[in-house]
């Protein structure tokens, strides 16, 4: 007995074909247009979806429209058999047979429609899920530096390295950052020259010589000055980019390896770079910056450390960059800074999360990173953040202005 209803006909016809074709159509949504949008195969996953998601509710109509027609004829035999129209021994029998059958096909198909809702549940979630990644991605895409701005960087890699190098014979590496691929449109390029010689007499020698550089007519380089700091820096810009050169360090290469491992490990697409490029948009970009070291407030390294530890200690729940943007804001907004010092491992007072990199694991990195080198040193009393490949070291030093 078919619906008789003009629209509930039209949608059993409908809902039928698909349940006779198969629940999900393996070939839905395969007919799409194609667009020139860099997300492509997320929205054909999400068209795809949809069109398969419309089958399952399709298929639940028409099998709670079986189950409804199977409890209907249900109650008209037991009335019958109740008014004792059915008085015939053999024809009593053959009723029951036919009961029996009618029940295990009713519960078959009640059974059916539980996994057809359960599927649907599922097909929802896994939807809001593509959702989510097709909008973390397209966010994200606004924060990535263009073919032009990259094209640009490695022409200025090339010609700091050509300068530095043809001049003073010493090797300049790039680290940080841009060797890490998470720095912003407008960020700086971090070099380190591996030299024989003391920091003080290379950072000299390279400040003089791009001065000298810069005096020439139609120079690409400006602004040219020494940061003497703890770490001495010689600072300048070339063709419209932030340049910093120091000599000798070989901690922040360590950190770069270190983070580029990590990245590895954590998988998702590259969740840690990701994460780290949001977070320092965030951080840069918002009304009250609190990103910025020269400026008093939170260093890069220190970051890094903060969101390494959130995606380790709460890997299973993180889905995208936005979820651990999320994380991060509700972990340490709570994060009891004067009587803890945060690590990659996790905080040195108080619970510590069993995260998906191991302690154990973290320390052969160190190990090998640093060749089972120790520093001996007394860590600062105001302590915040711990470098990972030197425990005596605070990257929360930088941090003197109320963030």
């Given at each position: 007995?078919?619906?008789t209803?003009?629209?509930?006909?039209?949608?059993?016809?409908?809902?039928?074909?698909?349940?006779?074709?198969g629940?999900?159509?393996?070939?839905?949504?395969?007919?799409?247009?194609?667009s020139?949008?860099?997300?492509?195969?997320?929205?054909k996953?999400?068209?795809?979806?949809?069109?398969?998601?419309?089958?399952?509710?399709?298929?639940?109509?028409?099998?709670?429209?079986?189950?409804e027609?199977?409890?209907g004829?249900?109650?008209?035999k037991?009335?019958?058999?109740?008014?004792g129209?059915?008085?015939?021994?053999a024809?009593?029998?053959?009723?029951?047979?036919?009961?029996?059958?009618?029940?295990?096909?009713?519960?078959?198909?009640a059974?059916?429609?539980?996994?057809?809702?359960?599927m649907?549940?599922?097909?929802d979630?896994?939807?809001?899920?593509m959702?989510?990644?097709?909008?973390?991605?397209?966010?994200?895409?606004m924060?990535?530096?263009?073919?032009?701005?990259?094209?640009?960087?490695?022409?200025?890699?090339?010609?700091?390295?050509?300068?530095v190098?043809?001049?003073?014979?010493?090797?300049a590496?790039?680290?940080?950052?841009?060797?890490?691929?998470?720095?912003?449109?407008?960020?700086?390029?971090?070099?380190?020259?591996?030299s024989?010689?003391?920091d003080?007499d290379?950072?000299?020698?390279?400040?003089?010589?791009l001065?000298?550089?810069?005096k020439?007519p139609?120079?690409r380089?400006?602004?040219v000055?020494?940061?003497?700091?703890?770490?001495?820096?010689?600072?300048?810009?070339?063709?419209?980019?932030?340049?910093?050169?120091?000599s000798n360090?070989?901690?922040?290469?360590?950190?770069?390896?270190f983070?580029?491992?990590?990245?590895?490990?954590?998988?998702?697409?590259?969740?840690?770079?990701?994460?780290?490029?949001?977070?320092?948009?965030?951080?840069?970009?918002?009304?009250?910056?609190?990103?910025?070291?020269?400026?008093?407030?939170?260093?890069?390294?220190?970051?890094?450390?903060?969101?390494?530890?959130?995606?380790?200690?709460?890997?299973d729940?993180?889905?995208?960059?936005?979820s651990v943007?999320?994380?991060?804001?509700?972990?340490?907004?709570?994060?009891?800074?004067?009587?803890?010092?945060?690590?990659?491992k996790?905080?040195?007072?108080?619970?510590?999360?069993?995260?998906?990199?191991s302690?154990?694991?973290?320390?052969?990195?160190?190990?090998?990173?640093?060749?089972?080198?120790?520093?001996?040193?007394?860590f600062?009393?105001?302590?915040?953040?711990?470098?990972p490949?030197?425990?005596?070291?605070?990257?929360?030093?930088?941090?003197?202005e109320?963030?």
């Amino acid at each position: 007995m078919e619906p008789t209803n003009g629209r509930d006909d039209e949608n059993f016809n409908n809902a039928k074909n698909s349940y006779n074709h198969g629940i999900i159509d393996k070939r839905a949504g395969t007919s799409c247009t194609s667009s020139s949008s860099p997300n492509d195969a997320i929205e054909k996953k999400i068209n795809k979806l949809i069109i398969g998601d419309q089958q399952v509710e399709d298929c639940v109509f028409y099998q709670s429209k079986k189950v409804e027609k199977r409890i209907g004829c249900d109650d008209h035999k037991f009335t019958n058999s109740k008014d004792g129209s059915n008085t015939n021994g053999a024809s009593t029998s053959s009723s029951s047979a036919n009961d029996v059958m009618e029940k295990q096909s009713l519960m078959i198909g009640a059974q059916r429609l539980e996994d057809l809702k359960f599927m649907k549940s599922h097909k929802d979630a896994e939807r809001i899920n593509m959702i989510q990644e097709y909008i973390d991605k397209s966010s994200l895409q606004m924060l990535y530096p263009s073919l032009n701005q990259q094209s640009l960087r490695v022409q200025v890699i090339y010609f700091v390295k050509q300068l530095v190098e043809g001049s003073l014979g010493c090797h300049a590496c790039v680290y940080g950052s841009t060797s890490l691929k998470t720095f912003l449109p407008d960020g700086d390029i971090d070099f380190t020259i591996l030299s024989p010689f003391e920091d003080t007499d290379i950072t000299s020698k390279v400040k003089f010589l791009l001065e000298m550089e810069a005096k020439r007519p139609n120079s690409r380089i400006a602004q040219v000055q020494l940061i003497d700091a703890k770490v001495k820096i010689v600072k300048c810009n070339v063709n419209g980019i932030d340049i910093d050169l120091s000599s000798n360090q070989l901690m922040g290469m360590g950190a770069t390896t270190f983070y580029e491992y990590a990245n590895e490990r954590f998988k998702k697409d590259h969740l840690f770079k990701r994460s780290v490029i949001l977070l320092k948009a965030w951080c840069s970009y918002r009304k009250r910056p609190i990103l910025g070291s020269s400026k008093g407030l939170l260093s890069t390294s220190a970051l890094n450390v903060m969101i390494f530890y959130v995606i380790n200690a709460f890997y299973d729940e993180l889905t995208g960059p936005f979820s651990v943007l999320n994380r991060f804001i509700s972990y340490y907004g709570e994060f009891m800074w004067k009587n803890n010092t945060l690590s990659v491992k996790g905080p040195k007072i108080g619970a510590k999360v069993d995260g998906l990199i191991s302690d154990h694991e973290i320390d052969l990195i160190v190990w090998d990173l640093t060749r089972g080198r120790k520093t001996m040193g007394h860590f600062p009393q105001k302590s915040n953040i711990e470098d990972p490949l030197c425990p005596t070291n605070n990257l929360g030093t930088s941090v003197s202005e109320g963030m």
